[in-house]
């Protein structure tokens, strides 16, 4: 048990439309991150939340967007969705900026039809 | 650019001892990760290099070398629910982001 739930765990969409993803952090982590994980390789990191604001960006477009709200939930909305989208979607928390260690929730398995 | 190296698979009988390497092609990081992840479960955090050396918790070390640009994570005593994927992680003073190997899977096998 990491302390960190996401929400939906599985959903299908259609090209083209848009979805939300919920995280609730641990209780006291202040940062939280947001990863892509399609079959079979490594996470890849979308972006990072620091005290409600993105203090760090990987290399996905603007239509990948986040929220951190002050209850230590987030969100990830992706718009205009595309097939390459189908992935695990897992957001991670930790204790501050530095701490070295991620503790991840269960994901979100998005299918884009 | 940056990336990470580390085997696709490796297989190893229970009760053995494994080394899983990770080689890196970057720089200005905090520090190198390693991640357990089983299938269709989430990352599970190991181990954490922020130094040079050895780290060891229980039945996993975790060593890095910088000026090698190299590191391993270490299992001993394999036992079968050892048995997933491993991923070695880098984290960057620039942007904060997390740069992960493709991960190896481990095979263990009585």
């Known amino acids: 048990e990491t302390g960190v739930t996401q929400s939906p765990t599985h959903l299908i969409k259609t090209r083209g439309q848009q979805v939300t993803l919920r995280c609730s952090s641990q209780?006291?982590?202040?940062?939280v991150s947001w990863y892509q994980q399609a079959l079979g390789q490594g996470p890849q990191f979308i972006f990072q939340?620091?005290?409600?604001?993105?203090?760090g960006r990987g290399n996905f477009p603007p239509r990948f967007s986040g929220l951190q709200f002050p209850n230590y939930s987030s969100e990830l909305n992706v718009n205009a969705l595309e097939l390459d989208d189908s992935a695990l979607y897992l957001c991670?928390?930790?204790?501050?900026?530095?701490?070295?260690?991620?503790?991840f929730g269960e994901g979100s398995r998005l299918t884009v039809l | 650019g940056q990336s990470l190296e580390q085997p696709s698979e490796v297989t190893a009988v229970e009760g053995a001892i494994v080394q899983i390497n990770c080689t890196y092609q970057?720089?200005?990081?905090?520090?190198l990760s390693w991640y357990q992840q089983h299938d269709g479960g989430a990352p599970t955090f190991l181990s954490y290099?922020?130094l040079d050396g050895l780290e060891e918790t229980g039945r996993f070390s975790s060593f890095l070398s910088r000026s090698d640009s190299y590191g391993y994570l270490l299992l001993q005593e394999l036992q079968m629910k050892d048995s997933a994927s491993y991923f070695c992680?880098?984290?960057?003073?620039?942007?904060?982001?997390?740069?992960w190997g493709a991960g190896t899977k481990l095979i263990i096998k009585p």
């Open positions: 991670a928390s930790r204790q501050d900026e530095l701490a070295g260690e991620l503790f």
């Open positions: 209780s006291g982590h202040n940062t």
């Open positions: 939340y620091y005290r409600e604001e993105e203090n």
């Open positions: 970057t720089s200005g990081f905090y520090g």
């Open positions: 290099n922020a």
């Open positions: 992680a880098v984290r960057f003073h620039s942007n904060y982001q997390l740069i």
